[in-house]
């Protein structure tokens, strides 16, 4: 388990990150999009990753 950069915190929360149209979209085509999951410290936080959830929409 990762430990806080920030305050050294080891206890961390997600939450998904966008809607329709704040999500991640492709440059190079109109179709297809993905929300964000963000993995943060559950002190002070400080976001310690950022994963989109579904990379196979940009394929
Ligand atoms: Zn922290």
Redesign the pocket.
Known sequence: MDT?K????DEFYKGRLGSGTTSLRPLNKIMGSSFMILTF?S????VSSIKVENPGKFS
Do not use: Q
């Not at 920030?6 to 915190?9: A, Q």
């Not at 002190?43 to 400080?46: A, D, N, V």
């Open positions: 806080c920030v305050c050294g915190n410290c002190k002070c936080g400080e």
